[in-house]
């Protein structure tokens, strides 16, 4: 079991290895180094086994549907679920590209209303226009105010025009992405101040002075 990856368990020996991994009060104090290992493989264990457990509930609702739909259903069935992955050559090609089905609905709804305003206003996808390259200060500055504004109580932006509602949140994935793109664009003018040389030492000693004054645990 120990040559296979954890995808390729079984169900029992997955069910082996969990147990096995679970920790007892009993069992010796681990060091920061075995703790560390010991966290992330039991992590990936656990995410396993709900991963399975999701693809069991996702069959159970495709069985009541395809009860329904008899003979002209094209759905999959239980008993192919488990060899599919290793039958089909596209899983594992596709499992080596960027795993965009971990996007969320909300923030890519929102990221689009706020995209789709911002279009009417400027010309669309106008930081990738060469001859006007946009400052990177002007899309930090404005996370900053409607980071500001969060903090402050304000959920929603009262700037936007747009049908429903928008939060700041989204205003900041909207920048963020424009940032990014325009980056890879060769269109993002980085006009960051000079950080002082200082800055990291004065950051540790920051960092030591609350240290030294937080109260000692009883």
């Not at 999701?54 to 009860?67: A, H, P, S």
């Not at 305003?117 to 200060?137: C, D, F, H, M």
């Not at 101040?193 to 920051?206: I, N, Q, R, V």
Request: net charge negative; aromatic share 8%.
């Amino acid at each position: 079991m120990t040559d296979k990856t954890i995808q390729q368990f079984t169900d029992e020996e997955l069910a082996t290895a969990i147990a096995s991994a679970t920790r007892k009060p009993s069992d010796p104090v681990m060091s920061d180094d075995g703790f560390a290992k010991w966290s992330q493989r039991y992590s990936d264990l656990i995410r396993e086994r709900d991963r399975r457990q999701r693809i069991v509930d996702n069959v159970g609702k495709r069985e009541d549907l395809m009860e329904e739909m008899g003979e002209h259903s094209t759905m999959l069935k239980p008993e192919d679920v488990q060899d599919i992955v290793s039958a089909n050559p596209k899983f594992k090609f596709g499992a080596s590209k960027p795993p965009l089905h971990h996007l969320l609905n909300p923030a890519c709804i929102e990221m689009a209303m706020s995209m789709a305003e911002g279009e009417k206003k400027y010309t669309p996808a106008n930081w990738r226009i060469k001859t006007q390259p946009v400052l990177l200060s002007t899309y930090m500055a404005a996370n900053l105010r409607h980071q500001l504004a969060i903090w402050s109580g304000q959920i929603y932006d009262p700037d936007y025009k747009g049908p429903g509602k928008l939060t700041h949140w989204a205003r900041m994935m909207s920048n963020n992405m424009i940032m990014l793109d325009a980056f890879h664009n060769g269109t993002l003018i980085d006009d960051r101040p000079t950080l002082p040389t200082y800055w990291e030492d004065l950051m540790k000693s920051f960092i030591k002075e609350m240290e030294d004054d937080r109260p000692e645990a009883d």
